[in-house]
């Protein structure tokens, strides 16, 4: 990532040109998805589902989205300690929360994340712990849903008939698996004479995933709270279903809404959209639930993540007319060395 404060407005003018093209791409995957889905579902039934449901259990759903992003600020305190470094707890919410509100606004589903990296180092936090910080905030998030969907595995490995399917999802968690013993061995396995400055990026992230994730009380606690996490999506999605009168196992949601996350967070649509929807309709028709049903539960999803990430926006537009940079509260210990 670049540092905001050194960036020319060369670089500037070709990230925006890169940015909206890749957003033009995105939107047009999304929306060719939701089309696709569309063109081969009941939209009646569709209609129906939107035109009865129950705004209590919707409510309810926002509500315990929202109540997330508390559970979100707590664990990345929890990984800037490990990190030798700290902002408060109301800075980290907010930042957490304008963060929300671009991954709902940028082409893909953790475009956030970005603007959270400039927002922490605006905060006065260092580059690298501003940046390493929030992408083990991401892998933590990334690693509870490898959890759920590990203590799911048997479940979905029942529901899928195909054997090719069913292996190359078993495989494909492998896979992530992998990746993240490799990221946390890359700083004691890659030679030091061989330095680029690509390399040198995935060495300091190594080196600073190593003090969380191996730490085991940081560890303990930051992924416990990403786990609960997980689980409090799936409640959300079970209030989205009650909203709509479909009967779906709490167990259920949150094991199977899981690998819906996984697919939305790829970089090939604008925040999940489309993305998401389809995995739902795929992932839930597994144990019945009717395309109508799973697609009108995807888009509710959608629909009240823009409505509970309003807040992050407004809270943007306030610190921008200010001219509020948010340095005061950020404090740096000091970045981790090498030697750790």
Known sequence: MTDPDNQTPTDAGGSRLKSAIGFAVRAAVSIGLIT????NIDRDALLDQFRDIELSWALAAAVLLFSLAFVQAVRWIVVLKACDSSVRYWDSLRIVLIGQFFNQTLPSAIGGDAVRMWEARRAGLPLRIAVTSIVIDRLLGLAAVLVVVGVGLPRMLGLIDDPVARNGYALAIV????????????SRIWPKRLRFKIVDAVLKLSEDARLVLLAPKASA????????????????VNSLARSIGAEIP?????????????????????????AREGAMVVVFGLIGLAKPDALAISLLFGLISILVAMPGGALWLIARRRGETMPASAQAVGEPTNSR
Do not use: E, H, K, R
């Open 36 to 39: 696709l889905l569309l063109a």
């Open 175 to 186: 896979g992530l698996i992998c990746c993240y013993v490799g990221l946390l061995g890359f």
């Open 221 to 236: 606690q930051a992924l416990g709270l990403a786990v609960l996490a997980q689980i409090g999506l799936g409640l959300c």
């Open 250 to 274: 709490v167990s259920d949601c949150i094991l199977l809404f899981s690998p819906v996350i996984l697919f939305s967070t790829l970089p090939i649509s604008v925040a999940g959209w489309g």
